[in-house]
Structure formats: C-alpha cells, structure tokens
C-alpha cells in the first residue's frame, strides 16, 4: 500500500469548515487505500505562544475531531507529534541542510511573521523544516493538505532530494495530493482571503454552536448580482458557497445552479446552513463523546505513537547513520 502522512496543527481547538474541506475530508477517503499516518503536530503548536493547559486541551479536541470525522484508528495511525521524538531529532538534521535564504522564502513565515505583534521566535522561522521531517520520516508518497501548504511540500521535495545527493538514497520524495475542488476554501466575509484561525471573520468552525454558523452563513458576502452561478473571478463569494454546499452534499456544483435557478442568494444561504447542520451536528455528538473519556482517547493515542515509531524510529537511524553518527550501542 501506498503510504499518507499529514498533519494539522491543534493551536485553536476547533478545526474549521476549510481544515475538513481542504484536508482531513481527503485523510478519511485514503486511510481506505493507503498506509495512513495522520498527527496531531503540537510541536508546531508551540512556534507561537500557548498556554500548556490549553494546548494539552486542544490537542485532545483536535484528536477527538479527527476521529469524530472518520478517521479510524484500526485503519489509520493517529498519533500526536510531540509522542514521537524522532521529528525533532530529524528536524534538526534537515535544518543544517537548509539554506537561510532558502528558508526566507517562505511565504506563510512572511505572513505570519508580518502579522504577530509578540516577538517572532526562530522556531517559527524553522516551521517547514520540521513539516519536512514529518514527511520524509514516514517516506510517505503523498501528503493531502491545502493549497497554502504547497510551498511547504516544494521545500519537502528539495531537502530530501539534498540529503539523497549529499548522503545516499534514504528518503522518498513526496507529492502534494491536493483536490483542486476544495484546496481553497475562503473566508466569508472576506471571499478572496482564504479561511484562517489567524484572520477569523467569516470563519465556520466545527464545534462552535450550530446557530452562530448559520448566522455567518446566512450574512456571507456575496456581491451585488442576483443570479446564482459559479464564477470565482467574479462571484468570489457565491462560487464558495457553492463550493462548500457542493462538497458537503454530495452534488455537484452544475446541479446546484441548475436547482437554485430563478431563486436568491438569501434561499442559498439558508440552505447550506441547514446542510451544515445536518453535516456537523453528529459530528458534535462524536466529539463530546471522546472528550468525556479522556483516558480512553489518550490510549488511542498512545496505541498511535508506538505504531508511528516503529517506522519513523528505522528512518532516523538510517539517516543518523549515514550522516555519520556514530552508532550507540
Ligand atoms: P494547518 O493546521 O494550518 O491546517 C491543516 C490543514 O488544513 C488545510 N487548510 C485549508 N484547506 C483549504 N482551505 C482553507 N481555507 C484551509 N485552511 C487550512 C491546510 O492546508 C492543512 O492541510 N503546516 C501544516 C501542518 C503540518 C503538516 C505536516 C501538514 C505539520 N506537519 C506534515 C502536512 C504534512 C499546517 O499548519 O496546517
């Protein structure tokens, strides 16, 4: 079987309507026809400030949302970042590989970084490095994530291809496995910016109530036309709606402007927000559920960490190895 690795990060508890569109909705259709390993990645967490209760608590929500979502952990290997020592102990092997400049050129460090008022801390600076060693531990073929995450798979690409010249073939080169559909789902208020935890104004989340997201829903920015059709250079705003109606039910984008032909924007967004709930409300259930048994999904967790170091655990001494550390023993 082929192998998936992927990541998300738990800093805000709750994931958002791009997270599942954009990502965790692809993890739960290839744990069917790949060898899966999905994290929790804490340690990035950590690249901006956290309060320690609050980041042990969202890394258990963001665990529970995964599983809530489909991802089954007899089929895929759930397990947290920080469980697994091997990502930082590659992390810093690939950082001596990496050039400064190299690293500049990171956009989402550039918007980040432009962003945050407290100081900027040089893990933040070193963030795709260490995306990079939780790839290439795994030597996974593909990595489902968002389109903003394709620069952080380019750099990927390059480091293990500079380690293979410098030291030998020891690492797969990944691709990007991005559905073009939904690799981009945007803000509401904002349809041209896309939806962030940093810039939440239009943002859907998963586990807020389900009547303040069909509010958001409901007071999405369209544009001043009145038809409904799928034209994201011009209709930014109802081509998402579309978007995300479209992936959340199953029909397609053409049947949809077909069905809402002659109807408003107002009947659109009353609809998705009914479709939302519908979707979100069993989810919710889930998630409540795997938070009351916090010991329950801590075992999961650590079922997840033993599989994820028996593979990553063979990459980092084949790596140490050939990099020339001296073996320990
Ligand atoms: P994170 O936690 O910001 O986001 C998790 C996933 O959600 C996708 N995503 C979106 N997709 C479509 N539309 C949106 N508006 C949207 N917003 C977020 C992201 O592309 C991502 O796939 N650096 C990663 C975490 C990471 C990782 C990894 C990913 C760490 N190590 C190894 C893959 C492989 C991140 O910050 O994702």
Redesign the pocket.
Same mark, same amino acid.
């Given at each position: 079987r082929p192998r998936v %690795?992927? +990541? =998300? &990060?738990p *800093?805000a508890g709750s994931? #958002?309507? +791009?997270?599942y %569109? +954009?990502? =965790?909705r692809q993890w739960v259709a290839l744990q069917e026809t790949h060898d899966a390993f999905y994290?929790v990645?804490d340690l #990035?967490a950590i690249t901006v400030e956290q309060d320690p209760k609050v980041l042990r608590q969202n890394t258990r929500t963001s665990a529970a949302q995964l599983l809530a979502l489909g991802i089954d952990p007899d089929s895929a290997t759930l397990f947290v &970042?920080s469980h697994v020592p091997e990502h930082a102990q590659l992390g810093w092997v690939l950082q001596c590989l990496t050039g400064f400049g190299e690293a500049s050129r990171m956009t /989402?460090f550039k918007d980040k970084s432009a962003r945050q008022e407290a100081q900027v801390g040089v893990g933040l600076f070193t !963030?795709?490095i %260490? /995306?990079a060693a939780? =790839?290439l531990l795994y030597n996974a073929h593909h990595?489902?994530? +968002?389109?903003? /995450?394709r620069q #952080?798979l380019e750099l990927t690409r390059d480091l293990a291809q500079r380690f293979n010249t410098r030291y030998g073939k020891t690492f797969r080169l990944p691709e990007a496995y991005i559905v073009k559909d *939904?690799?981009? =789902? !945007?803000d509401l208020q904002d349809p041209t910016a896309?939806?962030?935890?940093s810039v939440p104004t239009g943002v859907v989340e998963l586990l807020e109530d389900v009547k303040r997201s069909a509010k958001k829903i409901r007071s999405a920015v369209t544009d001043t036309g009145r038809e409904i059709t799928y034209d994201p250079e011009h209709k930014p705003g109802v081509s998402n709606l579309l978007v995300i109606y479209s992936a959340l039910s199953g029909r397609t984008v053409e049947d949809l402007v077909a069905d809402y032909d002659g109807k408003g924007y107002g009947d659109l967004k009353k609809d998705l927000g009914e479709v939302f709930t519908e979707f979100v409300t069993p989810v919710q259930e889930k998630v409540a559920t795997y938070l009351a048994d916090p010991a329950e999904l801590d075992k999961v967790l650590a079922k997840g960490a033993e599989r994820a170091r028996e593979v990553a655990g063979k990459t980092l001494a084949r790596a140490y190895d050939k990099v020339g550390f001296l073996p320990s023993g």
């Open positions: %690795l992927s +990541g =998300i &990060q *800093t994931f #958002h309507l +791009g997270n %569109l +954009g990502a =965790i994290c990645v #990035h &970042q /989402q !963030y795709p %260490l /995306q939780d =790839i990595v489902p994530v +968002g389109e903003d /995450q #952080h *939904t690799a981009k =789902i !945007y896309k939806m962030s935890k």
